[in-house]
Protein backbone atom coordinates (compact mmCIF):
# COMPACT_ATOMS: atom_id res chain seq x y z
CA UNK A 1 0.00 0.00 0.00
CA UNK A 2 1.37 3.45 -0.90
CA UNK A 3 0.94 5.98 1.62
CA UNK A 4 1.87 8.80 0.36
CA UNK A 5 -1.27 11.60 -0.61
CA UNK A 6 -1.25 11.81 -4.65
CA UNK A 7 0.93 13.49 -6.65
CA UNK A 8 -0.34 17.42 -6.33
CA UNK A 9 -2.26 16.74 -3.75
CA UNK A 10 -1.17 18.32 0.01
CA UNK A 11 -1.81 17.63 3.60
CA UNK A 12 -2.28 21.37 6.25
CA UNK A 13 -0.45 20.54 9.32
CA UNK A 14 -1.81 21.87 12.85
CA UNK A 15 0.87 24.99 12.18
CA UNK A 16 -0.22 25.42 8.42
CA UNK A 17 -3.83 25.08 9.52
CA UNK A 18 -3.20 28.00 12.08
CA UNK A 19 -1.32 30.08 9.56
CA UNK A 20 -3.87 29.76 6.88
CA UNK A 21 -7.02 30.60 9.99
CA UNK A 22 -4.80 33.56 10.16
CA UNK A 23 -5.03 34.95 7.24
CA UNK A 24 -8.53 34.20 7.05
CA UNK A 25 -9.69 35.40 10.08
CA UNK A 26 -8.36 38.95 8.85
CA UNK A 27 -9.97 38.68 5.80
CA UNK A 28 -13.31 37.32 6.81
CA UNK A 29 -14.46 40.41 8.98
CA UNK A 30 -13.45 42.92 5.71
CA UNK A 31 -15.23 41.23 3.57
CA UNK A 32 -18.22 41.02 6.16
CA UNK A 33 -17.76 45.08 7.01
CA UNK A 34 -18.19 45.61 3.33
CA UNK A 35 -21.67 43.58 3.17
CA UNK A 36 -20.49 40.12 1.80
CA UNK A 37 -22.66 36.65 3.07
CA UNK A 38 -20.20 33.48 2.88
CA UNK A 39 -21.46 30.71 -0.06
CA UNK A 40 -20.16 27.34 -0.06
CA UNK A 41 -20.77 25.39 -3.28
CA UNK A 42 -19.99 21.92 -4.56
CA UNK A 43 -16.49 20.68 -4.30
CA UNK A 44 -17.54 18.99 -7.58
CA UNK A 45 -19.55 20.18 -10.44
CA UNK A 46 -20.48 19.19 -13.69
CA UNK A 47 -17.44 19.47 -16.16
CA UNK A 48 -19.57 21.57 -18.41
CA UNK A 49 -20.58 24.38 -15.72
CA UNK A 50 -16.72 24.05 -14.41
CA UNK A 51 -15.44 24.83 -18.15
CA UNK A 52 -18.51 27.91 -18.48
CA UNK A 53 -19.13 28.37 -21.98
CA UNK A 54 -15.63 27.22 -23.22
CA UNK A 55 -13.93 30.26 -20.89
CA UNK A 56 -12.64 27.76 -19.00
CA UNK A 57 -9.93 25.01 -20.49
CA UNK A 58 -11.10 21.55 -20.02
CA UNK A 59 -7.31 20.88 -19.86
CA UNK A 60 -7.03 22.60 -16.22
CA UNK A 61 -10.30 20.36 -14.59
CA UNK A 62 -9.29 16.99 -13.09
CA UNK A 63 -12.32 14.88 -14.20
CA UNK A 64 -13.84 11.99 -12.00
CA UNK A 65 -14.03 8.49 -13.41
CA UNK A 66 -17.39 8.48 -11.27
CA UNK A 67 -20.33 9.77 -13.48
CA UNK A 68 -23.94 11.55 -12.59
CA UNK A 69 -25.98 9.73 -15.29
CA UNK A 70 -23.09 9.46 -17.52
CA UNK A 71 -22.87 13.47 -17.51
CA UNK A 72 -18.77 14.14 -16.80
CA UNK A 73 -18.34 15.43 -13.55
CA UNK A 74 -14.73 17.12 -12.36
CA UNK A 75 -13.27 19.18 -9.26
CA UNK A 76 -14.07 22.80 -9.65
CA UNK A 77 -10.78 24.57 -10.65
CA UNK A 78 -11.86 28.14 -9.27
CA UNK A 79 -15.09 29.70 -7.76
CA UNK A 80 -16.72 32.11 -10.02
CA UNK A 81 -18.27 29.68 -12.01
CA UNK A 82 -20.04 27.64 -9.34
CA UNK A 83 -20.95 31.10 -7.75
CA UNK A 84 -22.80 32.39 -11.24
CA UNK A 85 -24.85 29.47 -11.13
CA UNK A 86 -25.64 29.32 -7.71
CA UNK A 87 -26.56 32.37 -7.78
CA UNK A 88 -28.94 32.34 -10.57
CA UNK A 89 -30.30 28.90 -10.07
CA UNK A 90 -30.61 28.29 -6.44
CA UNK A 91 -30.96 32.24 -5.42
CA UNK A 92 -32.72 33.44 -8.16
CA UNK A 93 -35.36 35.51 -5.78
CA UNK A 94 -32.59 37.21 -3.78
CA UNK A 95 -33.01 40.99 -5.03
CA UNK A 96 -29.72 42.43 -7.33
CA UNK A 97 -26.81 43.51 -6.12
CA UNK A 98 -26.01 40.18 -4.24
CA UNK A 99 -22.61 40.05 -2.25
CA UNK A 100 -21.03 36.92 -1.66
CA UNK A 101 -18.13 35.48 -0.08
CA UNK A 102 -15.61 32.45 -0.24
CA UNK A 103 -13.38 30.28 1.23
CA UNK A 104 -12.35 27.15 -0.51
CA UNK A 105 -10.36 24.48 -1.93
CA UNK A 106 -9.77 24.54 -5.83
CA UNK A 107 -8.19 22.36 -8.16
CA UNK A 108 -6.06 22.47 -11.23
CA UNK A 109 -4.42 20.19 -13.28
CA UNK A 110 -1.18 21.15 -13.14
CA UNK A 111 1.26 20.79 -16.37
CA UNK A 112 4.27 19.12 -14.04
CA UNK A 113 1.99 16.24 -12.12
CA UNK A 114 4.67 13.32 -11.13
CA UNK A 115 7.00 16.37 -10.22
CA UNK A 116 5.00 17.41 -7.24
CA UNK A 117 3.16 19.80 -9.24
CA UNK A 118 0.60 21.15 -7.17
CA UNK A 119 -2.85 20.46 -7.95
CA UNK A 120 -4.91 21.79 -4.93
CA UNK A 121 -4.97 25.53 -3.56
CA UNK A 122 -7.14 27.44 -1.37
CA UNK A 123 -8.48 30.75 -2.41
CA UNK A 124 -10.68 33.09 -0.30
CA UNK A 125 -12.74 35.82 -2.34
CA UNK A 126 -15.92 37.71 -3.31
CA UNK A 127 -18.41 38.47 -5.81
CA UNK A 128 -20.86 41.44 -6.75
CA UNK A 129 -23.55 40.02 -8.87
CA UNK A 130 -26.05 42.06 -10.55
CA UNK A 131 -24.16 45.40 -10.45
CA UNK A 132 -22.25 46.74 -13.70
CA UNK A 133 -20.59 50.43 -13.96
CA UNK A 134 -17.89 52.64 -12.33
CA UNK A 135 -18.75 52.03 -8.70
CA UNK A 136 -19.13 48.13 -8.58
CA UNK A 137 -15.75 48.08 -10.16
CA UNK A 138 -14.15 50.78 -7.57
CA UNK A 139 -15.85 48.70 -5.06
CA UNK A 140 -14.22 45.55 -5.60
CA UNK A 141 -10.95 47.36 -5.97
CA UNK A 142 -11.56 49.36 -2.82
CA UNK A 143 -12.34 46.33 -0.48
CA UNK A 144 -9.37 44.67 -2.13
CA UNK A 145 -6.87 47.28 -1.16
CA UNK A 146 -8.99 47.40 2.46
CA UNK A 147 -8.55 43.35 2.68
CA UNK A 148 -4.65 43.59 2.01
CA UNK A 149 -4.45 46.45 4.85
CA UNK A 150 -5.77 44.65 6.97
CA UNK A 151 -3.26 41.77 6.82
CA UNK A 152 -0.48 43.91 6.89
CA UNK A 153 0.88 43.90 3.62
CA UNK A 154 2.15 46.84 1.43
CA UNK A 155 4.21 46.39 -1.21
CA UNK A 156 2.13 45.46 -3.17
CA UNK A 157 0.86 46.38 -6.53
CA UNK A 158 -2.32 46.06 -8.87
CA UNK A 159 -1.87 45.19 -12.15
CA UNK A 160 -5.06 46.80 -14.00
CA UNK A 161 -6.21 45.74 -17.30
CA UNK A 162 -9.22 45.95 -19.70
CA UNK A 163 -10.41 42.16 -20.94
CA UNK A 164 -12.66 43.89 -23.85
CA UNK A 165 -10.60 46.50 -24.85
CA UNK A 166 -7.99 44.19 -24.96
CA UNK A 167 -9.76 41.83 -26.69
CA UNK A 168 -10.86 44.69 -29.51
CA UNK A 169 -7.77 46.01 -29.73
CA UNK A 170 -6.01 42.63 -30.97
CA UNK A 171 -9.27 41.90 -33.42
CA UNK A 172 -7.82 43.33 -36.46
CA UNK A 173 -4.93 40.33 -36.85
CA UNK A 174 -6.61 37.21 -38.39
CA UNK A 175 -6.73 33.81 -36.44
CA UNK A 176 -4.76 31.75 -35.85
CA UNK A 177 -2.51 34.99 -35.57
CA UNK A 178 -4.37 36.86 -33.20
CA UNK A 179 -3.82 33.42 -30.54
CA UNK A 180 -0.37 33.55 -31.14
CA UNK A 181 0.05 37.13 -30.83
CA UNK A 182 -2.00 37.06 -27.32
CA UNK A 183 -0.09 34.39 -25.71
CA UNK A 184 2.95 35.91 -26.30
CA UNK A 185 1.58 38.87 -25.07
CA UNK A 186 0.59 37.04 -22.17
CA UNK A 187 3.62 35.67 -21.40
CA UNK A 188 5.62 38.55 -21.45
CA UNK A 189 7.45 37.06 -25.15
CA UNK A 190 8.44 40.30 -27.09
CA UNK A 191 10.88 37.96 -28.79
CA UNK A 192 7.78 35.90 -30.46
CA UNK A 193 6.32 39.51 -31.82
CA UNK A 194 9.54 40.18 -33.19
CA UNK A 195 10.28 37.46 -34.87
CA UNK A 196 6.38 35.72 -35.77
CA UNK A 197 5.96 36.00 -39.23
CA UNK A 198 3.42 39.10 -40.19
CA UNK A 199 3.49 42.29 -41.72
CA UNK A 200 5.64 45.28 -40.67
CA UNK A 201 2.45 46.88 -39.90
CA UNK A 202 0.34 44.32 -38.18
CA UNK A 203 4.28 44.18 -36.24
CA UNK A 204 4.07 47.89 -35.21
CA UNK A 205 0.40 47.36 -33.81
CA UNK A 206 1.70 44.21 -31.87
CA UNK A 207 4.48 45.60 -30.17
CA UNK A 208 2.33 48.82 -29.27
CA UNK A 209 -0.24 46.50 -27.50
CA UNK A 210 2.94 44.84 -25.87
CA UNK A 211 4.27 47.54 -24.41
CA UNK A 212 0.77 49.24 -23.43
CA UNK A 213 1.74 48.86 -19.24
CA UNK A 214 2.97 51.43 -16.81
CA UNK A 215 1.58 54.50 -14.97
CA UNK A 216 -1.98 54.80 -15.90
CA UNK A 217 -1.57 58.29 -16.89
CA UNK A 218 1.02 57.14 -19.78
CA UNK A 219 -1.20 54.38 -21.00
CA UNK A 220 -4.19 55.98 -21.31
CA UNK A 221 -2.46 58.56 -23.05
CA UNK A 222 -1.06 56.44 -25.36
CA UNK A 223 -4.29 54.36 -25.93
CA UNK A 224 -6.10 57.78 -26.67
CA UNK A 225 -4.04 58.64 -29.78
CA UNK A 226 -4.83 55.20 -31.74
CA UNK A 227 -7.55 55.43 -34.04
CA UNK A 228 -10.41 54.34 -31.65
CA UNK A 229 -14.37 52.75 -32.08
CA UNK A 230 -17.02 54.42 -29.94
CA UNK A 231 -16.84 51.51 -27.97
CA UNK A 232 -13.05 51.19 -27.15
CA UNK A 233 -13.20 55.01 -26.69
CA UNK A 234 -16.23 54.47 -23.92
CA UNK A 235 -13.91 51.35 -22.57
CA UNK A 236 -10.88 54.11 -21.98
CA UNK A 237 -12.97 56.88 -20.99
CA UNK A 238 -14.39 54.34 -17.76
CA UNK A 239 -11.11 53.23 -17.36
CA UNK A 240 -10.03 56.88 -16.79
CA UNK A 241 -12.92 57.49 -14.73
CA UNK A 242 -11.97 54.03 -12.79
CA UNK A 243 -8.40 55.23 -11.82
CA UNK A 244 -9.36 58.63 -11.34
CA UNK A 245 -11.96 57.49 -8.57
CA UNK A 246 -9.70 55.27 -7.28
CA UNK A 247 -6.59 58.15 -6.55
CA UNK A 248 -9.20 60.30 -5.40
CA UNK A 249 -10.41 57.99 -2.80
CA UNK A 250 -6.90 57.19 -1.70
CA UNK A 251 -6.03 60.82 -1.42
CA UNK A 252 -9.39 60.52 1.47
CA UNK A 253 -8.40 57.35 2.92
CA UNK A 254 -4.27 56.76 3.33
CA UNK A 255 -5.58 53.36 4.79
CA UNK A 256 -7.02 51.24 2.77
CA UNK A 257 -5.60 52.93 -1.16
CA UNK A 258 -2.79 51.85 -3.41
CA UNK A 259 -0.10 55.06 -3.36
CA UNK A 260 0.31 56.17 -7.31
CA UNK A 261 3.25 53.84 -7.57
CA UNK A 262 0.54 50.76 -7.18
CA UNK A 263 -1.62 50.80 -9.55
CA UNK A 264 0.01 50.14 -12.95
CA UNK A 265 -2.57 49.80 -15.65
CA UNK A 266 -1.68 47.27 -18.45
CA UNK A 267 -3.86 46.70 -21.58
CA UNK A 268 -1.53 43.74 -22.60
CA UNK A 269 -2.73 41.41 -19.24
CA UNK A 270 -4.51 38.92 -20.18
CA UNK A 271 -6.05 36.18 -17.80
CA UNK A 272 -6.05 32.62 -18.08
CA UNK A 273 -9.64 31.91 -17.60
CA UNK A 274 -11.58 33.74 -20.62
CA UNK A 275 -15.15 34.64 -18.92
CA UNK A 276 -13.90 38.48 -18.62
CA UNK A 277 -15.83 41.07 -20.36
CA UNK A 278 -14.52 44.50 -18.39
CA UNK A 279 -11.76 45.62 -15.88
CA UNK A 280 -9.20 42.34 -15.03
CA UNK A 281 -6.38 42.45 -12.41
CA UNK A 282 -4.26 41.05 -10.49
CA UNK A 283 -2.16 41.93 -7.19
CA UNK A 284 1.14 41.05 -7.16
CA UNK A 285 3.92 41.34 -4.37
CA UNK A 286 7.55 42.28 -5.60
CA UNK A 287 10.01 39.97 -3.48
CA UNK A 288 13.57 39.73 -3.92
CA UNK A 289 13.02 36.53 -5.46
CA UNK A 290 10.34 37.64 -7.57
CA UNK A 291 7.03 38.39 -8.34
CA UNK A 292 3.89 36.73 -6.14
CA UNK A 293 0.45 37.17 -7.60
CA UNK A 294 -1.49 37.55 -4.09
CA UNK A 295 -4.78 37.53 -6.02
CA UNK A 296 -6.48 38.46 -9.16
CA UNK A 297 -10.35 39.13 -10.60
CA UNK A 298 -12.40 40.79 -12.86
CA UNK A 299 -15.55 42.13 -14.46
CA UNK A 300 -17.60 39.10 -16.08
CA UNK A 301 -20.44 40.34 -17.65
CA UNK A 302 -21.58 37.59 -19.69
CA UNK A 303 -21.01 34.48 -17.21
CA UNK A 304 -24.12 34.17 -15.33
CA UNK A 305 -26.79 34.60 -18.06
CA UNK A 306 -24.75 30.59 -19.65
CA UNK A 307 -26.46 29.49 -16.61
CA UNK A 308 -29.80 31.54 -16.21
CA UNK A 309 -32.72 29.40 -17.06
CA UNK A 310 -33.68 32.15 -19.57
CA UNK A 311 -30.04 33.51 -20.34
CA UNK A 312 -30.82 36.76 -18.55
CA UNK A 313 -27.55 39.02 -18.93
CA UNK A 314 -26.65 39.89 -15.49
CA UNK A 315 -23.39 41.39 -14.51
CA UNK A 316 -20.60 40.42 -12.50
CA UNK A 317 -17.08 41.44 -10.60
CA UNK A 318 -15.06 39.55 -7.97
CA UNK A 319 -11.23 39.06 -6.73
CA UNK A 320 -10.07 36.42 -5.18
CA UNK A 321 -6.60 36.16 -2.87
CA UNK A 322 -3.86 33.01 -3.35
CA UNK A 323 -4.27 32.30 -0.19
CA UNK A 324 -0.48 30.15 -0.48
CA UNK A 325 1.04 33.57 -2.30
CA UNK A 326 -0.27 35.31 0.79
CA UNK A 327 0.74 32.72 3.21
CA UNK A 328 4.36 32.64 1.18
CA UNK A 329 4.50 37.03 1.55
CA UNK A 330 2.94 36.92 5.50
CA UNK A 331 5.39 34.10 6.35
CA UNK A 332 8.56 36.24 5.67
CA UNK A 333 6.52 39.20 7.60
CA UNK A 334 7.18 37.17 10.56
CA UNK A 335 3.27 37.89 11.16
CA UNK A 336 2.37 34.48 10.99
CA UNK A 337 1.98 32.40 14.08
CA UNK A 338 5.11 30.65 14.86
CA UNK A 339 3.23 27.29 16.70
CA UNK A 340 -0.20 26.25 17.50
CA UNK A 341 -1.87 27.84 20.57
CA UNK A 342 -0.23 25.81 23.91
CA UNK A 343 -2.43 23.60 26.07
CA UNK A 344 -3.26 26.35 29.44
CA UNK A 345 -3.68 23.29 31.48
CA UNK A 346 -2.72 19.73 32.29
CA UNK A 347 -4.89 17.90 34.75
CA UNK A 348 -3.20 15.38 36.29
CA UNK A 349 -5.42 12.51 38.78
CA UNK A 350 -2.77 12.70 41.90
CA UNK A 351 -4.14 8.97 42.75
CA UNK A 352 -6.52 6.16 40.37
CA UNK A 353 -9.62 7.33 42.44
CA UNK A 354 -9.46 10.74 41.04
CA UNK A 355 -9.69 10.00 37.29
CA UNK A 356 -13.59 10.85 37.00
CA UNK A 357 -13.09 13.96 39.21
CA UNK A 358 -9.71 14.79 37.20
CA UNK A 359 -12.23 14.57 34.19
CA UNK A 360 -15.29 16.75 35.81
CA UNK A 361 -12.57 19.46 36.51
CA UNK A 362 -10.88 19.68 33.29
CA UNK A 363 -14.45 20.24 31.96
CA UNK A 364 -15.08 23.16 34.60
CA UNK A 365 -11.71 24.68 32.81
CA UNK A 366 -13.31 24.62 29.76
CA UNK A 367 -16.03 26.11 30.21
CA UNK A 368 -14.60 28.33 32.11
CA UNK A 369 -13.59 30.70 29.00
CA UNK A 370 -14.61 34.32 28.98
CA UNK A 371 -16.43 36.36 25.56
CA UNK A 372 -16.10 32.96 23.55
CA UNK A 373 -12.41 32.86 25.02
CA UNK A 374 -11.29 28.78 24.18
CA UNK A 375 -9.57 27.18 27.52
CA UNK A 376 -7.31 24.52 26.38
CA UNK A 377 -7.05 21.60 28.77
CA UNK A 378 -5.50 18.06 28.20
CA UNK A 379 -5.79 14.88 30.43
CA UNK A 380 -2.65 13.57 31.61
CA UNK A 381 -3.76 9.75 30.13
CA UNK A 382 -0.61 7.90 31.70
CA UNK A 383 -1.64 6.57 35.15
CA UNK A 384 1.07 5.93 38.05
CA UNK A 385 3.33 8.50 36.70
CA UNK A 386 5.58 10.53 39.50
CA UNK A 387 5.08 14.13 39.52
CA UNK A 388 8.52 15.11 38.23
CA UNK A 389 7.81 13.04 35.13
CA UNK A 390 4.48 14.74 34.41
CA UNK A 391 5.93 18.07 35.33
CA UNK A 392 8.78 17.90 32.53
CA UNK A 393 5.60 16.31 30.23
CA UNK A 394 4.17 19.94 31.09
CA UNK A 395 7.47 22.09 30.16
CA UNK A 396 7.95 19.68 26.74
CA UNK A 397 4.26 20.86 25.84
CA UNK A 398 4.80 24.42 27.38
CA UNK A 399 2.21 23.80 29.44
CA UNK A 400 2.04 26.31 32.21
CA UNK A 401 -0.25 25.23 34.65
CA UNK A 402 -0.92 21.62 36.27
CA UNK A 403 -3.98 20.97 38.55
CA UNK A 404 -3.74 18.14 40.77
CA UNK A 405 -7.15 16.47 41.47
CA UNK A 406 -7.82 14.39 44.36
CA UNK A 407 -10.81 11.97 44.74
CA UNK A 408 -12.96 14.65 46.37
CA UNK A 409 -12.79 16.56 43.71
CA UNK A 410 -10.68 19.19 44.82
CA UNK A 411 -7.57 20.49 42.49
CA UNK A 412 -4.35 21.94 43.66
CA UNK A 413 -3.13 24.33 41.04
CA UNK A 414 0.82 24.53 39.82
CA UNK A 415 2.48 26.65 37.98
CA UNK A 416 5.46 25.05 35.90
N1 LIG B 1 -12.08 32.93 -10.05
C1 LIG B 1 -10.96 33.71 -10.52
C2 LIG B 1 -10.83 35.01 -9.75
C3 LIG B 1 -12.08 35.82 -9.81
C4 LIG B 1 -13.02 35.99 -8.88
N2 LIG B 1 -13.98 36.75 -9.41
C5 LIG B 1 -13.64 37.07 -10.62
N3 LIG B 1 -12.50 36.49 -10.89
C6 LIG B 1 -9.66 32.90 -10.35
O1 LIG B 1 -9.66 31.87 -9.70
O2 LIG B 1 -8.65 33.31 -10.88
Given at each position: MIHQPPSGARDLLPLDVAQKRWIEKRLRPVFQQWGYHRIITSTVERLDTLMAGGTI???TVIQLEDREDDIPLGLRPELTASIARAAV????ESSYPLRLYYNGNVFRRSPEVGHGGQQEFFQAGVELLGAGGLLADAEILLLLFNSLHSLGLNQWQIILGEAGLTASLLSPFPEPLRRKIREAIAHLDRLTLETLPMSSEQRERALLLFDLRGKPEDVLQKVASLPLDPAQQTSLENLKSLVDLLKESSSCNQTSAPGTDALILDLSLIRP????TGIIFEVVNNTPSGQQILGQGGRYDQLLSLYHPEGTMIPGIGFCFNIEGLHRVLRSTGQ?????PPTQYLVAP?????QAAAFTFAQTLRQS????QVVRVEMN??????EETVRDYARSRQIRQIAWVSPDSTAELETV
Open positions: QQSTRMAFDYYLPQQTKVPQAGENGLEAGQT
